[in-house]
């Protein structure tokens, strides 16, 4: 069965810091992989998607990249947050139709 | 443009039956999902429909009208662990990408 990890779970960080957020999904292949953020109270934003290796849509411009190194490794940072990067960060991934979500990381810029 | 909408809030009785309704405009509509987010958690895949009518998983159905551009998630039989957040979500032309509501928040009271 499929699985996808997500770390770490929360996460403080000062404005003005780096940020690198892991995702792997485990007992699939080639799956496409998605990035989203929710705001407090606010719905779900896609940030980015990825069909394959090395291969990133942005959807939003921000101050939030992303990579894929492996084909089940989906990686998103910043070199400089900002007070508004807060917020509840979930990677995605499917292979069909629906949509699987990693456990998320509560991110709180200070 | 895109847009999906649904009631931001609904409460319900343990024991009753609640519909939620969502209303979609989209460009190349590909199939509708609905997901569950418990308060603090990643949102979790109800179901999917892509074809015109009523799909039922045990207590949770969801029905779809393309040509109306009209969804609902039916709930019976609520229980106390169904408060909730529902995210009504569709496919919009491009398959890699998904269009989401702000999700209705339901309470279901004793």
């Known amino acids: 069965s499929q699985t996808i990890h997500q770390w770490p779970a929360t996460l403080v960080q000062p404005v003005g810091s780096p940020l690198s957020l892991e995702c792997t999904v485990e007992?699939?292949?080639?799956?496409?992989l998605y990035w989203y953020r929710q705001a407090a109270g606010r719905g779900l934003q896609l940030l980015f998607y990825s069909v394959g290796i090395g291969q990133i849509s942005s959807e939003v411009p921000q101050n939030l990249s992303a990579s894929r190194p492996q084909d089940r490794q989906f990686i998103l940072s910043s070199k400089k947050l900002l007070l508004s990067d807060s917020g509840f960060y979930l990677c995605?991934?499917?292979?069909?139709?629906?949509?699987?979500f990693g456990p998320g990381t509560r991110l709180t810029v200070t | 443009g895109q847009n999906i909408d649904q009631p931001t809030e609904m409460t319900a009785t343990e024991g009753a039956i609640v519909q939620i309704n969502c209303t979609y405009q989209t460009s190349g509509f590909n199939g509708l999902f609905w997901y569950q987010q418990h308060a603090g958690e990643a949102p979790t895949f109800l179901s999917y429909?892509?074809l015109d009518g009523l799909e039922e998983k045990g207590r949770f159905s969801s029905f779809l009208s393309r040509s109306k551009g009209y969804s609902y998630l039916l709930l019976k039989e609520l229980q106390m662990k169904d408060s909730a957040s529902y995210l009504c979500a569709a496919y919009a032309g491009n398959n890699r990408k998904l269009i989401w509501g702000l999700g209705t928040s339901l309470a279901v009271n004793p």
């Open positions: 007992g699939t292949s080639n799956p496409n």
């Open positions: 995605a991934w499917s292979v069909r139709n629906e949509q699987y």
């Open positions: 429909n892509v």
